[in-house]
C-alpha cells in the first residue's frame, strides 16, 4: 500500500510538473509573439501617422479636396485591414489543437514564417524555405503546437545570430540565412532546419532537450527544446539537434499522413 501512494505522489508530481513546463512555453511564445506583433505593426502605424500629418496640413491650407479625402480613406483601410489582419493571424496561433488531424506541415511553417517576416527583416535574417520536389508533407498531429516548435528553432537561430553580432563576429548589415529544407525519405517527412550562427555551445548539447538548459541569461528559459521535443513525440514523430556546416542543425522526422 505503501509503496502505491509513493507511486502516485510522483505520478502527481511529475504531471505538476509538465504542466508547469507547457505553461512557461506559452507565456514564453506568448512574449516572443507580441514582439512579432509589435514589429509587423510598426510599419502601418508609421504609415497612418504620415498621413494623418499630411492630411492636417492640407486641411489647414484648405487644400482637401474630395477625390484626396476618398484617397486617403481608402489608404488608411488599407493599413488598418493589414494591423486587423495580423492579430487574427495571432489569435489563430494561440488557439491550441484539440484533436490530431491531418495537416500539411509546409503550410504550417509558411504561416508562421509569414507571422515572423518584419521581424526578421529587420534582423537582417532570411528563411529560405525548399522543398525536395514531389514531396508528401501531410503528416497527422496538433497544427498549431507544430508552429509552436517551429517558431522555438527559428527564434532559437534569430538569437544565436544576434549573440554573434552583439560580440561583433557578425556585421550589423550582413545577410544570415536560416535554411529550412524538406524531404521525404521511405515514409517520413524530414524538416532540417540549418544555421551558420556558431553552433550549439558544448555544454547545452550533452542535455539538449532537458528543462532550464539555457544560455540565454534572463533572456531564455531553456525549456523551448524541452516542449519541442513533448509535441513532436506526442505526434509519434522524433526531434534532434547537432552542430554542422559552423551551425546548428535541427531534424524533426514526422510520418507521411495516410489519409
Ligand atoms: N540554433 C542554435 N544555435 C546555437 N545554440 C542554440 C540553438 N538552438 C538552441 N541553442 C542552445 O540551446 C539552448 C536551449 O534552447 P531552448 O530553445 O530550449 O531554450 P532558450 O531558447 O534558451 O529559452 P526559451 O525557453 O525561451 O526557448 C539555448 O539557450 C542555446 O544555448
Ligand atoms: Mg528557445
Redesign the pocket.
Known amino acids: 500500500l505503501h509503496d502505491i501512494t509513493e507511486q502516485t505522489l510522483l505520478q502527481e508530481e511529475k504531471e505538476k510538473q509538465e504542466k508547469l513546463l507547457v505553461q ?2 506559452k507565456m ?1 511564445s506568448m512574449g ?1 509573439m507580441i514582439a512579432a506583433i509589435a514589429h509587423q505593426w510598426k510599419q502601418p502605424l508609421n504609415v497612418l501617422f504620415l498621413m494623418s500629418q499630411d492630411f492636417e496640413e492640407l486641411d489647414e491650407l484648405g487644400e482637401l479636396d474630395d477625390d484626396y479625402k476618398k484617397t486617403f480613406i481608402k489608404k488608411m483601410q488599407k493599413q488598418l485591414e493589414f494591423m486587423n489582419d495580423t492579430i487574427e493571424d495571432f489569435r489563430n496561433f494561440f488557439r491550441p489543437s484539440k484533436e490530431k488531424i491531418a495537416f500539411d506541415v509546409v503550410m504550417g511553417i509558411k504561416n508562421i514564417l509569414h507571422l515572423l517576416k518584419t521581424q526578421f527583416k529587420s534582423n537582417s535574417i532570411s528563411v529560405n524555405l525548399t522543398i525536395q520536389e514531389n514531396s508528401n508533407t501531410m503528416t497527422f498531429g496538433y497544427p498549431n503546437e507544430f508552429k509552436q516548435v517551429v517558431l ?2 527559428v ?3 534569430k ?2 545570430y544576434i549573440g554573434l553580432r552583439e560580440s561583433g563576429l557578425l556585421s550589423k548589415s550582413e545577410i544570415s540565412n536560416i535554411d529550412i529544407n524538406i524531404e521525404n525519405i521511405n515514409n517520413f517527412i524530414y524538416v532540417h532546419v540549418q ?1 551558420y ?5 558544448q555544454q ?1 548539447l550533452d542535455k ?1 532537450f532537458e528543462p532550464y ?4 541569461g534572463e ?8 516542449i ?1 521535443k513533448t509535441i513532436i513525440e506526442n505526434m509519434d514523430g522524433e526531434i534532434s ?1 547537432k552542430n554542422e556546416n559552423g ?2 542543425k ?1 531534424t524533426i522526422k514526422l510520418k507521411i499522413s495516410e489519409t
Open positions: 512557461q512555453s514564453a516572443e522555438n528553432l527564434n532559437n537561430a538569437d544565436a544555421d550562427a556558431g553552433g550549439i555551445k547545452v539538449l538548459n539555457s544560455t540565454k533572456k531564455g528559459t531553456g525549456i523551448g527544446l524541452t519541442a539537434g551551425g546548428a535541427f
